[in-house]
């Protein structure tokens, strides 16, 4: 049996396009509703049609603010009786499509981590991919600064009950989706198993909107980001070239092939000087993780060390967009090639955030394999 569609013919709702032009919110109503589709009134603003092209985001919310989720105007209409069609997410009981979640991680800080996570996600959103961006690495959390996008609500909130996970997503440039983490706040590390357990359950919400949800996850190896790590499809590690930068990264791995079961683990090399020294440092470490820990590491690529990158960042315009030719950005486009693979879900296998919610309810040991 299917769970009632989250709006009803008749019913008054608020709409809040995502358009620099009519950014509402508008009230209207809603004239019908049919499967994964309803169609609306199209809202007047000062007597004036508010004229939303096709590919507008959308927020609902009905009126007494009880139902609220993500849409998109699929269709209009201007003759007659003017009207909106718009998508209605998922019913409960249908089966809601599982987006596939990375987890970029790092064993050493500052190694290219959320330049990863930004630059590959808009270009896999170029690609007409539903792309959220979970900013994790709170306590310093940077991408809407990166992004040059004010976000008046983050992470925190969400923790604090004091705002739903969809109030405080934010559209980015690119058409990717931003949940903002939050500097300042406590970190990932120092947040209690309930805490984590609130932002894990408001972050499931979002699998039902989303083909790709990235995670940010900070350097380092927090229980937080551990299990953020073992709970995703597939698992980022980034690394430079540089010694210390790949001793971490193989660190990461290590604590990762003592967990099953082992996520699927993938390397980028960033700030490679050649396409020879990249290659090199990637087989050969992808070398010793099969040998000493039994684990198959997909290359997934490397960035060269390019100028454009930090002269991007200093206009607050992730690089691919500034610079789209330039060799940074080139890299970026292989790599969102080699992540793209949708999840393919078995029948009844669990999503990420019920992965992650079983972890922390299970406790840290009880998934380590025995220990010979
Ligand atoms: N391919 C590159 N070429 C040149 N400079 C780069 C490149 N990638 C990253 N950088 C530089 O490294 C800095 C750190 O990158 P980024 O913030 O993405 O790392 P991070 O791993 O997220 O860091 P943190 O651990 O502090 O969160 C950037 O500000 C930029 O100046
Ligand atoms: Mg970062």
Known sequence: MLSNPPIDPNQAVVIKPSSQFYPGPY?????????????????????????????????????????????????????????????????ENQHVKTAKVIAVTSGKGGVGKTGLVINTGIALAQHGLKVFIIDADLGTANVDVLLNIQATYNLRHVVDRQK?????????????????????????????????????????????YADIIMIDTGAGLSKGVINFILAADQVVVVTTTEPHAITDAYAILKVTSEYQPRPRCGLVINRAETAGEARQVGERMAAVVRRFLQMDLDLLGFVPDDPTVSKAIKRQTPHILAFPNAPAAQGMRAISR???????????????????????TRGKDSHRPPRA
């Open 164 to 208: 739903d996970i969809l109030d405080i997503v934010v559209e980015g440039p690119g058409g990717i989706f931003l949940v903002p983490g939050g500097s300042g706040f406590q970190s990932l590390a120092d947040m209690d198993t309930t805490q984590l357990q609130r932002v894990i359950n408001s972050c499931k919400t979002l699998e039902a």
């Open 27 to 91: 009230q209207t109503r809603v004239l019908a509703v049919d499967g994964a589709r309803a169609v609306l009134q199209v809202p007047l603003h000062q007597g004036k049609v508010v004229l939303l092209s096709v590919g507008t985001k959308l927020e609902v919310t009905t009126i007494d603010g009880n139902r609220r989720f993500l849409s998109e105007v699929l269709a209009r209409n201007y003759t007659d009786t003017p009207t909106l069609t718009i998508s209605l997410p998922a019913h």
């Open 338 to 360: 080699r992540l793209w693979q949708p999840a393919e879900p078995e029948a009844g296998e669990r999503s990420f955030f019920d992965r992650f919610r079983d972890l922390l």
